[in-house]
Structures are given as structure tokens and as C-alpha cells.
């Protein structure tokens, strides 16, 4: 069980990779719908990673992946496959972009609502992202996995959302999905120590209903066993000194810096 710390120089390129990520999120928002298709989000997204960005679609043929992006519908919890099922009234859609640029990885997700969402679809996704910005406040040199799990998770009970435990966040860099796993449940000062230079990802996945899960027979989509709604939000995030430094902030947020 071991964390790669990243150098001066490599927190650079995770710098440039994650910018390029969230600029993907910012991208598509406007064409994110009623009526659109996932593949043709899809479409426009690779297009804008390999022509604008110069950059490579990391869930491309990844384990298999047919896809440059991942788009998870309502029930989908993650690993959706764009389709051409168009997107309707009502939905709610994660969309998880990955780069690789110059041979780093940046990964974010964030969810969208397509026009008048029901109330508890609408909190369900307003929760899910304060339950990842809880999670992040946590990470600093000596906190450990277990103090970000326990944040999510007694956050997510308080609202009486399950959290997935089948899927979790993870280190980044040279490698997509490499050491530690990030579960988004646990205790308080157990699991890994922080330490400056680490690179990771937090990505919960917050259910209204039972938090267990169901793989289906395309070998990618991810569902929750009762057909209940899920949303997920993610950063790729680093240790620094002091805190924390988010590299897929978007400009809505707080930790967004100008280039
Ligand atoms: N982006 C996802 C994550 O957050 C992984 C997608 S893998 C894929 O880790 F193959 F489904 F694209
Ligand atoms: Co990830
Ligand atoms: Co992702």
C-alpha cells in the first residue's frame, strides 16, 4: 500500500491535465439538453479534447471502454455508456471527463439537470456536491483516508443518502486509476496518512434509496439495485504543504484560479 508522491514538475503537468478536464465540463454544459443524445455529448467532447485540446480521452478503450466519456443517467450511479437515448425533462446526468495530457491524467464529473427536475433529484445532486467539498476540506498533511470516508459518509446520513461502497476515488497521475483507493466511508484518523506531493481523486456517489449496486450486462453500467436515483461529483485533487490544491476547479468555484 503505497502513494507516488509527485514532484514540483509533475504537479505541474497534473496542473495542465486537470485545467483541460474542467474546461471539457464547462465545454459541453450549454449542449447538455433536452432532446441531445449522449453520443452525440460524446462526440462533441472527444472532438474538443483531440482537436482544441490536443489531448487524449483516457476512458477510450480503457479495460475496453468504447467511449471518450462517461455519461450516467438517473439510476446510473457510474461508467454509463453514451448511447443514442436522448436526454429527457426531468433527468439527472453525471458526465466524467478524463484527459491525458503529456502524459498525465486529470478526472472530474459533475451533474447536470435537464429542465424541471423533480426537488428531490435536485437535492440529491446539490447534497452529492457539498458531500465531495466536505470531503476535500479534509485533506492536508497527517489527516488520513478515513477522516475524508467519515466526512462523506456522516454528511450522507445526516440527509438519509446511502453511499456507494463498490466504487471509489483514487490516486492519479502517470497512471489512471492507481494507489490508494479513496472509499467515501470509513473512520476518522484510520487508513492512509496524507502526505504533501500525493494526488488523488474524490468522487462520491450518493443514492436516495439502499446503497448497493448492480453491474449490467454490458460489463460497464453501474446501477443501484433499487432503481433508486444517484448522483456523483468529482475533483483530482493534491496535497500541498498546507491543505489542499484542486486541479479540475471550474470557474464556479472557489478554488478556480485564472490562467
Ligand atoms: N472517470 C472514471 C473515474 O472517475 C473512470 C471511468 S473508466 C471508464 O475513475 F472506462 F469507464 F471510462
Ligand atoms: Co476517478
Ligand atoms: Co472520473
Redesign the pocket.
Known amino acids: 500500500m503505497a502513494a507516488t508522491i509527485k514532484t514540483a514538475d509533475e504537479l505541474e503537468k497534473m496542473r495542465i491535465a486537470g485545467r483541460l478536464a474542467a474546461d471539457v465540463l464547462e465545454m459541453i454544459a450549454p449542449h447538455v439538453v433536452k432532446g441531445v443524445t449522449t453520443d452525440e455529448l460524446d462526440r462533441i467532447c472527444h472532438e474538443y479534447m483531440v482537436n482544441v485540446q490536443q489531448a487524449i480521452p483516457?476512458?477510450l478503450n480503457?479495460?475496453g471502454?468504447p467511449k471518450s466519456i462517461?455519461t450516467s443517467i438517473n439510476n446510473v450511479i457510474?461508467?454509463g455508456i453514451p448511447s443514442n437515448k436522448k436526454l429527457k425533462d426531468g433527468d439527472i446526468i453525471n458526465i466524467?471527463i478524463?484527459v491525458i495530457k503529456d502524459g498525465y491524467h486529470g478526472?472530474t464529473?459533475k451533474m447536470f439537470t435537464i429542465g424541471k427536475t423533480p426537488i428531490r433529484a435536485e437535492r440529491l445532486c446539490k447534497l452529492t456536491q457539498e458531500a465531495l467539498y466536505l470531503g476535500m476540506e479534509q485533506v492536508k498533511p497527517g489527516a488520513t483516508l478515513g477522516d475524508i470516508g467519515h466526512a462523506i459518509e456522516s454528511f450522507a446520513n445526516k440527509y438519509n443518502l446511502s453511499v456507494v461502497r463498490e466504487y471509489c476515488g483514487?490516486g492519479i497521475g502517470k497512471v489512471?486509476?492507481e494507489e490508494p483507493q479513496v472509499v467515501h466511508y470509513g473512520h476518522q484518523g484510520t487508513g492512509m496518512k496524507l502526505t504533501e506531493g500525493m494526488c488523488f481523486?474524490i468522487?462520491p456517489m450518493l443514492n436516495l434509496g439502499k446503497r448497493h449496486s448492480k453491474l449490467l450486462q454490458d460489463g460497464?453500467t453501474v446501477v443501484t439495485k433499487d432503481r433508486s436515483l444517484s448522483a456523483q461529483w468529482?475533483h483530482t485533487l493534491a496535497v500541498t504543504a498546507d491543505g489542499f490544491e484542486v486541479f479540475t476547479a471550474r470557474s464556479d468555484e472557489p478554488w478556480f484560479k485564472q490562467a
Open positions: 483516457a476512458p480503457y479495460h471502454f462517461c457510474c461508467h466524467d478524463t478526472d464529473s483514487h489512471f486509476h481523486t468522487e460497464w468529482e
